[in-house]
């Protein structure tokens, strides 16, 4: 008799080097789960973030409202308090939180002692992907640890805190922020000192006793600053309701015609800005059309800058005149002639139809004024809307010319008529700027409008 087990078989060898593998299949993704599901906050809510406020604040729709989330855990310092100066990095703060979050998708996490402030604002850690932005921001010096009260990730945040101070970094930077309160405290003085000079009015309520519906320039330290999702306020006082605040408004309308931004490029500055003098609830503003309305006083290489990255394109429309073209002033005269005009987009505007309007002087309707007309039945042609696309660039622009209100006038009816010529190198173009536009200019513009339509 056979001593061998008849119920034994033995598998071949291919079968055990398969199910070998499928073993280590079978632990390498158990693993890699329970790894993803380390990195991943439990209970995650997504939502899309609609705007930064500030280095530790933003908004989102949440439930059908929009609803402020404050970030668990952290304490950024502050630009848009009310009842506070902007302090040191709160600009770098938030300029860098609104690099990582704003219109992004975000998940945010709740934290298991606290849920909502008593303002009604959300508390949250926030995560992208494996990364929590509150530690980030933290690590990086944009942020400290805010103790006040207990949560999740304390000691976590302790840890990385300790190391930005080693490391001197962000709002650790001593050295850094003595440097900031010694300018912050020049370009103060520098307005209180100079304002009513050259010029120039001061900032404060007797703006309207005394200069209401006047256009003047006011020169003013620019204490507070903030982005509504409307328009941008510049003000003079740390807090805007103030009866002595003094705001410059900038609305959505025309922050394409700013190439920095506002909020955050002329805080703390000193500058002149030009034009009337209104009533906004019982405090003074001028609403500013144009980036050549406003002047920074106190550092005249960042305005050299600024004005060099505005004017650099004039040079190419200095060859009017040459070969086939001609200058914007002698347009009135080759009324029903085709031509070609080449011209500076020194501004533009969308009236309320929703034609473009491109002009060659500030003041449309002064003497040798010249405008570009594009209606709205026409502008699905081109890439994006006119008076954005062509905004301070040199064309050349080919038609027949017209006349409407005594001005000259070409009506452009497809994109192959405008032809954008390259831009010029640099010049000294704070020069240009240097005593300011002539403020009658924003005057006219102020009480009648572009639109000569």
């Not at 499928?22 to 906050?41: D, G, M, Q, R």
């Not at 704003?102 to 926030?126: A, I, M, N, T």
Request: proline residues 4%.
């Amino acid at each position: 008799m056979s001593s061998k087990n008849p119920g034994l078989r033995v598998l071949p060898i291919y079968w055990l080097r398969a199910g070998l593998f499928l073993w280590a299949f079978i632990v390498s993704f158990l693993f890699s789960l329970e790894n993803l599901h380390a990195k991943t906050p439990y209970k995650c809510e997504y939502y899309r973030v609609v705007k930064v406020i500030d280095g530790d604040t933003f908004k989102i729709y949440f439930k059908g409202e929009e609803r402020k989330v404050r970030m668990v855990g952290i304490d950024a310092p502050e630009t848009v308090h009310p009842k506070k100066e902007v302090q040191f990095f709160g600009i770098e703060a938030s300029r860098k939180l609104k690099t990582l979050i704003e219109g992004r998708r975000v998940c945010l996490q709740r934290d298991p002692y606290q849920s909502e402030d008593k303002y009604r604002r959300l508390l949250r850690y926030v995560w992208m992907n494996d990364t929590m932005i509150n530690k980030l921001l933290v690590e990086e010096g944009y942020a400290r640890v805010y103790r006040r009260f207990k949560f999740r990730y304390l000691e976590e945040f302790l840890r990385v805190e300790s190391k930005a101070r080693v490391r001197k970094i962000g709002v650790w930077n001593e050295e850094a922020r003595k440097r900031w309160e010694d300018k912050r405290l020049r370009n103060e003085t520098l307005a209180r000192e100079s304002c009513g000079t050259e010029g120039t009015v001061c900032a404060g309520r007797h703006l309207l006793k005394r200069f209401k519906g006047e256009c003047k320039t006011v020169r003013f330290f620019v204490r507070k600053a903030y982005d509504s999702g409307k328009a941008v306020f510049l003000n003079s006082r740390k807090n805007y309701q103030d009866p002595d605040n003094f705001t410059v408004v900038i609305f959505n309308s025309y922050r394409y015609k700013f190439t920095e931004e506002p909020v955050y490029f002329f805080l703390l500055e000193t500058v002149d800005v030009s034009g009337i003098i209104r009533e906004y609830e019982g405090r003074a503003e001028i609403i500013l059309r144009h980036p050549l309305q406003i002047r920074i006083i106190s550092d005249k290489t960042k305005e050299q800058r600024r004005m060099s990255r505005l004017l650099k394109a004039m040079k190419d429309a200095e060859t009017c005149g040459t070969g086939s073209t001609i200058c914007p002033e002698d347009a009135d005269k080759y009324i029903g002639k085709d031509t070609t005009v080449r011209f500076f987009v020194i501004d533009t505007k969308a009236n309320p139809l929703g034609d473009s309007f491109l002009y060659s002087r500030l003041y449309p309707l002064q003497e040798k004024g010249f405008y570009v007309i594009i209606r709205r039945d026409y502008i699905s042609a081109f890439p994006s809307p006119p008076h954005i696309y062509y905004w301070w660039k040199s064309i050349d622009v080919s038609g027949t010319i017209e006349k409407f209100k005594g001005v000259a006038e070409i009506l452009v009816k497809s994109p192959s008529q405008i032809k954008i010529l390259n831009t010029g190198g640099g010049e000294d173009a704070y020069s240009f700027n240097k005593g300011g536009i002539p403020y009658q200019s924003w005057c006219k513009e102020d009480r009648k409008g572009l639109n000569i339509h």
